[in-house]
């Protein structure tokens, strides 16, 4: 099968197409004919070798996929050799076909491309987990969003507007600020605006209650600042460092709580638990129209190394995705 493989760490350049065996299944996974692959942050750190793969994952990069069911073991799935579904994987998602666990499969939402539903399992799963099933966003709470543009953050904004709740978005262009805006958020635009001073000043004083939080380092500090009282911050990304130092009497005397997470290294019990509360809270909204993946451009699976380079720039809004 063309796969698309990490030569050796470095920059774009390194993603090489090559021809590989096909994946070979263990119990209770499946294969699946790939017609587009997501690309996302995480593929980007595998690549310069800051990211290895889990132990047993295919060392291709690749954390999410769509296309069709063509072979493997769907006992105790509503699944059956082909149908489309999209998948979140550990690995491997640059290539024809892909080898994951059944229970990490859903159905392609009704009204959806493939291409657009290559773009839901990696950015969703993370979102659900870390906003509703981590930090536990109540009605009638409200939540700022670091990285607003993002495949993330587009995701973070919708879902959380389709559900009734406030939403910032921090963003770093005039651009930008209209495109989340035009997602129901309040856009701040970092490199000209306080997002503290904005979040407090929409909130007459009281703060977030979530913050979803991809830039850690200096940032931590100033999300103290503009979190209201029993507040949770998630982090879920150290692009601005992984070190900080924190006011720990804001944190005690206000009830704060700060925590995070990763999902790729995450036991397959626990994708396959979200994966079923996607399907109950989040397909719904998918299907009604209510919520979107937000595809920026499609690449050809050979040209991953431009969709790298694309990505790197930070001129997208949304997803970007391989036509497989």
């Given at each position: ?295 920026y451009q499609t690449f050809p699976l050979a040209e991953a190394a431009q969709?790298h380079a694309l990505m790197e720039r930070g001129d997208q809004i949304g ?6």
């Amino acid at each position: 099968m063309l796969a698309v493989e990490i030569t050796a760490p470095g920059g774009p350049e390194v993603l090489q197409p090559t021809q590989r065996p096909m994946p070979t299944l263990a119990a209770g996974q499946v294969l699946i004919q790939v017609a587009a692959a997501g690309v996302n942050r995480p593929d980007v750190f595998q690549r310069k070798g800051a990211y290895p793969a889990p132990a047993g994952a295919s060392d291709l990069p690749g954390l999410e996929v769509a296309g069709t069911l063509i072979a493997g073991d769907l006992r105790g799935t509503s699944l059956k050799i082909g149908d489309t579904v999209c998948a979140l994987l550990p690995g491997g998602g640059y290539a024809e076909f892909a080898a994951v666990d059944a229970s990490h499969c859903l159905p392609v939402p009704k009204g959806l491309s493939l291409t657009e539903a290559a773009g839901i399992p990696e950015t969703f799963f993370t979102v659900y987990s870390n906003v509703w099933m981590r930090a536990q966003l109540q009605a009638g709470e409200s939540l700022l969003v670091h990285g607003g543009a993002s495949g993330i953050g587009t995701t973070a904004i919708q879902l959380a507007v389709a559900k009734g709740h406030q939403v910032f978005a921090t963003v770093g262009s005039d651009e930008r600020v209209q495109a989340v805006e035009q997602l129901g958020a309040i856009g701040i635009n970092y490199k000209t605006q306080s997002f503290e001073e904005v979040v407090l000043a929409h909130t007459h004083g009281r703060g977030v209650d979530v913050i979803l939080d991809m830039v850690a380092g200096d940032y931590l500090n100033r999300d103290l600042a503009c979190l209201a009282d029993d507040g949770r911050i998630v982090v879920i990304a150290l692009l601005g460092g992984a070190k900080a130092q924190l006011d720990a009497g804001q944190i005690l005397r206000r009830r704060l709580t700060i925590t995070g997470s990763t999902l790729r290294p995450r036991e397959s019990a626990f994708k396959a638990q979200v994966a079923q509360a996607l399907y109950q809270e989040v397909w719904p909204l998918l299907e009604q129209g209510k919520v979107k993946p937000l595809i920026y451009q499609t690449f050809p699976l050979a040209e991953a190394a431009q969709a790298h380079a694309l990505m790197e720039r930070g001129d997208q809004i949304g997803k970007i995705i391989l036509a497989v």
